[in-house]
């Protein structure tokens, strides 16, 4: 995965959790494509019936993914974040001990800070925030569709809901808010995976609206993976107990969100000082400076939480004058990804078992590393003509 993860003791007591030795040993040599199980069995050195077995076997635990049925069946092994992490916690059932992996997972994510700084530092943003539409009323231009929630679920072919991975943490460490749990909303092809295994139930359109409408009465904010067509999952999130939000208010604004494309301000003329937008705001991104409401506009992620409970109307949206790049799609997001952190051999040159790809993945990610070089290779333009190049030689 480009971003990777922060090597430590408690990495590898999770890991221990989801991996036997053998399965570990097998994902390492894993490629970074979708393969078949003909493909496997051929690195795997195992046949292709052994191969499938092992592979759907890592799938029920969700440690792989897979897309498509019989010899077309083809699997990727699946990230940590955004990944096996959370789906162990969004699980219909038991398989894992879940208070055991809370545990683990808070001690990672919200003490051993490194693997939270690891995060913050991507290029481009790791997620991003929908603004709530009912916030957006003095907005006299057009709202784009990639910031309109309604119109991601509309197009969406499936949908499914899971627990809330941060809430249910924080539940086993008894420090859970009361915010509804059943909110991790996943589409198309990723829930029609956790959905085949167990881990969320499929819903229809309108359960969905309905979700998000629970999820805005309780003032959570919709943040999703940062891409413009088809993300792949959307969380609704409180400012105590989510991850993302948490390692926001603690470091600051960093690579973890890409704030909405809209931003809060307060006219003070009618301001009364109430403070509602002060306790709403789940970043922490307003307070009082000489008797006035004041919106730190480097920290506000442009929710329009705080414009939407106003009572005087006073706070409001407007359109946010430097806005942070969105990729188009997923595959543009991990490229880019690739390129900031170095590792564009490592897609380039995925066969982990031959000594020659080990060579030509260093030399690719030493070229790449001069910055002049990466630099270019990230401009938003120069990335797509990579990509449709390499799409077109296969």
Do not use: Q, W
């Given at each position: 995965m480009p971003q990777g993860v922060f090597n430590s003791k408690t990495l590898y007591e999770i890991l221990k959790v989801f991996f036997t030795d053998e399965e570990a040993k097998l994902c390492s040599v894993m490629p970074l494509h979708l393969s078949t199980a003909r493909e496997m069995a051929k690195i795997w050195g195992k046949s292709k019936e052994e191969a499938r077995d092992i592979l759907e076997k890592l799938a029920n635990k969700s440690l792989v993914y897979a897309e498509g049925k019989g010899d077309a069946r083809k699997y990727f092994l699946s990230y940590p974040v955004m990944g096996f992490f959370e789906f162990s916690l969004m699980r219909l059932d038991n398989m894992f001990d879940k208070k055991k992996l809370s545990e683990l997972f808070y001690k990672y994510m919200n003490l051993e800070n490194e693997f939270v700084k690891n995060y913050s530092k991507l290029y481009p943003h790791f997620a991003r925030v929908y603004p709530r539409a009912d916030a957006l009323k003095d907005i006299t231009t057009e709202v784009v569709h990639y910031e309109k929630i309604e119109k991601m679920i509309a197009d969406s072919f499936c949908i499914a809901v899971g627990t809330c991975f941060c809430r249910h943490k924080m539940e086993h460490m008894g420090m859970a808010c009361d915010a509804p749990q059943e909110t991790c909303l996943t589409f198309d092809t990723i829930a029609r995976h956790l959905v085949e295994q167990g881990i969320a139930r499929e819903i229809s359109k309108e359960e969905a609206l309905k979700i998000v409408k629970k999820a805005i009465d309780h003032d959570l904010v919709q943040i999703a993976d940062n891409v413009k067509q088809s993300?792949?999952?959307?969380?609704?999130?409180?400012?105590?107990?989510?991850?993302?939000?948490?390692?926001?208010?603690?470091?600051?604004?960093?690579?973890?969100?890409?704030?909405?494309?809209?931003?809060?301000?307060?006219?003070?003329?009618?301001?009364?000082?109430?403070?509602?937008?002060?306790?709403?705001?789940?970043?922490n991104a307003i307070s009082i400076k000489k008797g006035k409401v004041v919106v730190d506009r480097k920290i506000c992620i442009g929710c329009g939480i705080c414009a939407r409970h106003c009572p005087t109307g006073s706070c409001r949206m407007e359109e946010r004058p430097k806005k942070g790049y969105i990729p188009e799609q997923t595959i543009e997001r991990v490229a880019m990804l690739a390129v900031s952190t170095g590792k564009v051999g490592n897609f380039l040159f995925d066969d982990q078992t031959s000594h020659l790809h080990a060579i030509l993945r260093n030399i690719v990610n030493w070229a790449l590393g001069f910055y002049p070089i990466k630099k270019i290779l990230l401009i938003p333009s120069v990335i797509k003509l990579a990509l449709k190049a390499l799409n077109k030689n296969g």
């Open positions: 993300p792949a999952m959307v969380c609704n999130c409180c400012g105590c107990c989510c991850d993302v939000l948490l390692a926001y208010k603690k470091f600051g604004p960093n690579a973890l969100i890409n704030p909405s494309h809209y931003i809060a301000r307060v006219h003070n003329e009618t301001c009364i000082v109430c403070g509602t937008c002060i306790r709403k705001c789940p970043v």
